[in-house]
């Protein structure tokens, strides 16, 4: 995938501010959760009625997961749903060009469908198998911070024993549970081949980004716009070649910056950290990998500087070179 072949395309797309165009440039999206990332119409399709269109601004986390509990939980009861949600959410990625994506299955849906994990593997390696060819698919174990280390042991080494997972991410409130806690679980994914990723510096502040790095010897985090909060924390992910997934829509949706052009994205950049911008919820913030190149165009990046981006995400597909290091 040599930038020279589309290169033009990017510069014009840009150009024109044209996300379909931009379909036709390859990009990863290495931060999107399987459940929240089909379109809303999937679920009212599932559900049968229309659903209230999300609010362009939640303004904080307790509205957005008010949001999913009450609206989009009832389509997610039983396994068939589920592949229906995962299965649109493949299409609508490959239909704007992700070629690989990293996607979040949370620990608990296997047994909130009435599935075992052995089961559940099978739905998303047969997912895989159907794109196999036009999306590269990275299933990737999401853990709740709410839920107990302990807990979560058994269910992760019973899902790391069926070798479909290839990475680990620690997500949903940051005010939760004790980070700590989970770097016995990160050591033994590690040891198993899983890439180490997790939520960090979207409610809290740059400290969580760099205890979450220190402590679970992150590969990448999930977020990390707060780092922006302190030179020294970004200094340390730019030494260090942390990627950073960001997500700027939700970031603003959410409310952690004012508008897309005052995220931190652009600081961050400029200050040598490495970034990649994704889709995080697609289902409740509208905006993918393509429309969220858009918006870096917005913050005044360059088609260059852009395209150094979407490099960032193309290198982490497994075989080419790593753009982070170990520190």
């Not at 922006?228 to 030494?239: G, S």
């Amino acid at each position: 995938m040599h930038a020279e072949s589309w290169k033009p395309i990017l510069e014009q797309a840009l150009e024109r501010g044209d996300a379909n165009m931009l379909a036709r440039v390859p990009k990863t999206d290495l931060h999107c959760h399987a459940l929240l990332s089909a379109p809303l119409e999937t679920y009212a399709t599932i559900l049968g009625r229309p659903l209230p269109p999300p609010p362009r601004v939640f303004g904080n986390f307790r509205a957005f997961a008010n949001y999913i509990t009450t609206n989009l939980l009832p389509a997610m009861p039983e396994s068939g749903a589920v592949r229906t949600l995962v299965g649109a959410a493949l299409d609508r990625l490959m239909a704007e060009g992700v070629v690989y994506a990293e996607m979040s299955f949370d620990l608990l849906v296997p047994e909130f469908i009435g599935l075992s994990a052995e089961e559940f593997a099978a739905i998303v390696s047969a997912e895989c198998e159907r794109v196999a060819g036009r999306l590269r698919l990275a299933p990737e174990i999401g853990i709740a911070r709410g839920l107990p280390a302990d807990e979560v042991e058994p269910r992760l080494r019973r899902w790391i024993a069926t070798g479909v997972w290839r990475s680990i991410d620690l997500y949903d409130d940051e005010t939760v549970g004790t980070l700590s806690d989970f770097a016995p679980l990160y050591r033994y994914a590690a040891e198993h081949g899983l890439k180490l990723k997790a939520h960090a510096g979207e409610l809290c502040g740059a400290q969580a980004v760099r205890d979450s790095v220190e402590l679970l010897d992150l590969h990448a985090v999930q977020h990390g716009v707060r780092a922006a909060d302190d030179p020294h924390v970004v200094a340390f992910l730019a030494e260090r070649g942390t990627l950073l997934h960001l997500c700027p829509t939700s970031n603003y949706s959410l409310g952690l910056c004012e508008s897309l052009e005052t995220h931190p994205a652009r600081y961050l950049f400029d200050q040598g950290v490495k970034i990649t911008v994704n889709s995080d919820d697609y289902t409740l913030f509208g905006a993918g990998a393509s429309d969220e190149l858009l918006t870096l165009s917005r913050m005044g990046f360059s088609a260059d500087e852009i395209e150094q981006v979407i490099q960032n995400g193309l290198a982490e597909i497994p075989g080419t070179t790593r753009t982070t290091t170990d520190a």
